[in-house]
């Protein structure tokens, strides 16, 4: 039996508990959401402030040299790559996911001019997947979309297949791939292996290097806390960078932009992956809230999700028994990323409830109640305020009202 008492005290012995301070949070609120919008430092406003009236406002076009806008996607793609341990001089901050796989795979396509196949998950962000049919349809070569279960990855891959992608974290189930494991098995077989890390980032260790990862994007949004809408990040091994003729070949990823040149020359390295101009002030956001995150151990925030995901769900188990929630995420830490999905034919409705009483997590179709956790600003008490509620709205069927039933744009 757990009691609030209990997680209070743990609460109060908690190393990481201070961070709490550190992001702007309302009253009245357990925050359960930062898996798909991380919440907002408390520096990110001045920082801002500080870019728009002085840099922009009183620099204006100076600043690009004078506070070095220009290598904002560089140096922060650096800051990043400390996050997911990629050493400097392979990540961009740039564009979104979206457009990052667009690189990567379009990339790793002409790594392996002679194979047909690509290889992912049917589970997968559906996006990853749009962007693969995009592409292939673009290059009209009669590429595969080859989709397996979670489970079968590693058989469907063969010595046709030029590149596999995967999200490491499944955003429904919080499912974790094993990296290095699949990387192996990938160029076991001579593919590449592109990984989405937009669960993973800022979440907990990730070792791109050591696993030998050729490509990886990731989101800025999400445990990153860079804000609605924030760049995203592509990386791309140093060994390949060379030999990439980008297929969004920009002026910002040319070796010399402001010679206006007519004919394309890439950069070198890791910048020829950059297409436009950069959102500076976006990037700012992002750059001031990986600041914060530099300063914590990733394996830190690793024990303590893991401990919060197994306080959630003991309490799940222990105040809501019989009331049709199933879990869906592995219990076993290391099989799972930073989140706990539930399961229930009403999960629409019951989220609404949820949201409602200021338990913020979302839903993801058709059953799926997400619950994102973040230990920089959250604490023990939060899981039991949090299943408290949960368990009120089950055992009054507050969920089931008509304004609940309409789903909303964005869920
Ligand atoms: C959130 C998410 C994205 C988001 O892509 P955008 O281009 O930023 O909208 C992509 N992939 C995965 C796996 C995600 O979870």
Redesign the pocket.
Known sequence: MITRDDLAAQDAADPLAPFRNEFALPDGVVYLDGN?LGALPKTVAARLQSVVAKEWGGDLIRSWTKHDWIELPARLGNKIGDLVGAARGQIVAAD????N?FKALSAALQLRPDRRVIVSEAG??P??LYIAQGLTGLLGRGHELRLVDHADVVGAIDSDVAVVML?EVD?RSGRKHDMAAITAEAHRHEALMLW?L??SAGAFPVALDSCEADFA?G?G??FLNGGP?AP?FLYVAKRHQHDIAPALSGWMGHAAPFDFVADYSPAAGIRRQLCGTPSVLAMTVLETSVDVLLRVEMAALQDKSAELADVFMTLVEQECSGCGLTIVSPREAERRGSQVALRHDEGYGIMQALIARGVIGDFRAPDILRFGLTPLYQQFTDMWDAVAVLKDIMATGAWDRPEYETRAAVT
């Open positions: 798909s979104s996911t979206s457009v796989v997968n962000f996006t990853d999200t955003y989405d937009a669960h994007v989101c949004y999400k809408g995203a």
